[in-house]
């Protein structure tokens, strides 16, 4: 892992489209490493974001717009539903290089894993040998990830996930909270697993399963 790129939170940083869920988790993950960068948050979803001030520790300045100055920050995808992430990004004409990855402290990642650009994975989360998580994936509290295992960029694994070793999870998923994967297994991009399914087969592209054993649904319309 790049750990080099945590350093440009010292100072400066814009957050794009936080979720109010979200933005506590990124603020947690840079308390943690003791990081306090002035924040640039542009709040493009429209949210009420007033119940964060509780954070004292950060100077948070909401804005409606990117402006030139703003180009040159570093940048946060505060965005956990995968449905959103592509398109913010996408909106904004961003490229991912300019995302950095955030880690919580409490995180436990193999020094031949590697994070991406724009990864964020949130306490208490365990990623195994020679695994690869693409950009702007977000992985979330209390996840463990096998060796050798690879996620799709704008993904999104919820709490209490359990990822096997040798699983390939495509670009766009959402796992549901505590689903768990057994070793070898696929899943393709653009597919849902509901929380708590127990995934024992392959699972293909576009499609919504889950069930102990999970099943397929129904096709993924979004």
Do not use: W
């Not at 398109?87 to 193999?110: A, G, M, N």
């Not at 699983?167 to 070793?183: F, H, K, L, P, S």
């Amino acid at each position: 892992m790049n750990l080099e790129k945590l350093e440009y939170c010292n100072d400066k940083i814009c957050i794009i489209g936080s979720s109010v869920p979200m933005l506590s988790m990124v603020l947690d993950n840079l308390e943690s490493r003791k990081q306090f960068p002035l924040i640039y948050l542009l709040n493009n979803l429209g949210l009420n974001l007033e119940t964060h001030l509780f954070h004292k520790s950060f100077e948070i300045l909401i804005i409606d717009k990117l402006e030139k100055e703003h180009f040159s920050l570093p940048f946060l995808l505060g965005v956990n539903k995968v449905a959103n992430k592509q398109s913010v990004v996408q909106s904004l004409q961003l490229e991912k290089e300019k995302f950095v990855y955030l880690t919580h402290q409490t995180t436990s990642i193999s020094s031949t894993t590697v994070l991406k650009d724009g990864v964020i994975v949130n306490c208490l989360t365990s990623i195994a040998a020679n695994s690869t998580i693409h950009e702007l994936v977000t992985i979330n509290r209390n996840v463990s990830i096998g060796h050798n295992t690879e996620i799709g960029a704008y993904s999104t694994i919820n709490p209490g996930v359990n990822i096997a070793g040798f699983v390939t999870i495509g670009e766009r998923c959402t796992i549901g909270m505590g689903a768990n994967i057994i070793d070898g297994i696929k899943i393709g991009e653009n597919s849902i697993i509901g929380a708590g399914s127990l995934v024992t087969k392959d699972i293909p592209s576009g499609v919504v399963a889950y069930g102990n054993p999970c099943k397929i649904i129904r096709k993924n319309e979004i």
